[in-house]
């Protein structure tokens, strides 16, 4: 359904909180539609700025542990992580442009 | 340049599609890029809609919809509308992505947007506790105390459906009757985890990262109270959504576009409206579906009476493969 790699409970230290990158993390679930819209969004975000933010998926039915660390209430919800911290939160579904804006800091 | 582009895609906008592409005018379907399917992708189980008889998702109903209309030759288009010029024969549209499609007849079928509280945390904390999609959320306030503002079909659709996470689910209601179908009611007054609060106003919500609480005010007293949820979910309504038309449409003043009697016809000829953005009444999936059909019809009208070497110059339809399927289709 999508590229974005899926990372779980058991490899989110690995893959996002050790990682030297830049990572947003979506937080998502099959049930939930404005996140299968944004989803191919992110995809092109993530294929066009490969250089400067790596984007991975996370589904909160399966990996409920990280879901509530990051205290999740409404997905689609989207974290940037930077050297394990989250640097920005990004919530709801939006149109191309504007996911683009909020992360503007990241792509530049 | 197309003889109609249809901008929405809920029942409204992809019913018009149907009839648009079936009387081969081609119909060009700009869906949005997040809201594609519009109202009916947030809701779980339908059970009125015709010729469903044991129920259908409404995700499931908008993707046969949108299949339906591509069936007959609709094009689909994942964007949005940033500019709509509706003036003079050719009507302008311009997307998110910068392309401009030209087209002979517009059919705006763009439905409404939720309605806030407009309560000064209320931003701040959407997404946060705030919501406005049970069926989105709802997921994350298992075994918790929330509550839901409202007293339509919507917020009973949404106590009822949150009852299957939460413990506790209070419906705050500014009155102390609902407006909700008697179904929907009944549904609600006979689960023992909602808790209806009557003639109450939210006035408040409370927080610094997450909604710990609700401020009340009694509509009659005029007394104050504190409710304590971890959530709360916003359904009062919604409100047509016309920013793309103001200063060219006619607008009334309950917010819908003007359209002439019974017809979709506004006051820009060529330019016909569909669905939630007309209709501050009913506002059900199957009347926006018979708006969609009546714009849809309108349009093909229109078109019918412009000169043929204007119309000639459209995108004509694709032809169409697997039509054998049913053979007595254009009895219908």
Redesign the interface.
């Known amino acids: 359904m999508s590229a974005a790699t899926e990372v779980t409970d058991a490899n989110f230290e690995e893959l996002v909180i050790n990682s030297k990158d830049t990572i947003m993390v979506d937080f998502w679930?099959e049930?939930?539609?404005?996140?299968r819209?944004?989803g191919?969004?992110l995809d092109q975000i993530a294929s066009e700025n490969a250089d400067k933010i790596k984007i991975v998926k996370l589904n909160?039915?399966d990996n409920p542990q990280m879901?509530m660390k990051y205290?999740?209430?409404?997905?689609p919800?989207m974290k940037v992580f930077r050297g394990g911290e989250v640097v920005k939160t990004v919530?709801?579904?939006?149109?191309?442009?504007a996911l683009e804006s909020d992360l503007a800091e990241f792509l530049a | 340049m197309r003889q109609v582009i249809i901008i929405g895609s809920g029942p409204a906008g992809y019913t018009a599609a149907i009839y648009a592409a079936r009387a081969n005018l081609a119909p060009l379907v700009i869906a949005s890029s997040v809201e594609a399917g519009g109202e009916l992708m947030k809701t779980t189980e339908i059970e009125n809609y015709p010729g469903f008889a044991a129920g259908i998702q409404g995700p499931d109903l908008m993707l046969e919809m949108q299949k339906q209309a591509e069936r007959f030759g609709t094009e689909v288009v994942l964007d949005d509308v940033t500019d709509l010029q509706l003036d003079g024969q050719m009507k302008k549209v311009t997307l998110g992505n910068g392309d401009v499609h030209e087209a002979l007849s517009i059919v705006f079928a763009t439905g409404s947007a939720y309605r806030k509280l407009g309560l000064p945390d209320e931003e701040r904390l959407s997404g946060y506790g705030v919501s406005w999609c049970a069926t989105c959320d709802g997921f994350f306030f298992r075994k918790k105390t929330i509550a839901v503002v409202g007293g339509g079909d919507s917020a009973m659709e949404e106590a009822t459906f949150l009852t299957k996470f939460a413990d506790k689910v209070y419906v705050i209601h500014r009155k102390d009757e609902l407006r909700a179908s008697k179904a929907m009611q009944e549904r609600a007054f006979s689960d023992p985890k909602i808790e209806f609060v009557w003639n109450s106003a939210v006035t408040g919500i409370t927080g610094s990262e997450l909604v710990d609480g609700i401020d009340l005010t009694d509509t009659v007293t005029g007394a104050t109270s504190h409710l304590d949820v971890s959530g709360l979910f916003i359904a009062i309504g919604a409100d047509p959504r016309t920013h793309l038309v103001h200063g060219q449409l006619d607008i009334n003043p309950d917010g819908t576009v003007v359209v002439d009697g019974r017809s979709s016809r506004t006051n820009i000829t060529g330019v016909f409206a569909a669905g939630d953005v007309i209709d501050p009444t009913y506002r059900q999936a199957v009347t926006a579906a018979g708006s969609g059909t009546v714009a849809a019809l309108d349009a093909e009208h229109y078109l019918a009476s412009l000169p043929r070497e204007l119309v000639a110059g459209a995108v004509q339809p694709a032809r169409v493969e697997e039509v054998e399927e049913k053979p007595n289709e254009e009895a219908a």
């Open positions: 679930a049930w939930c539609g404005p996140c819209q944004v191919p969004i909160v039915d879901a205290q999740i209430t409404s997905i919800a919530i709801g579904a939006k149109p191309k442009p």
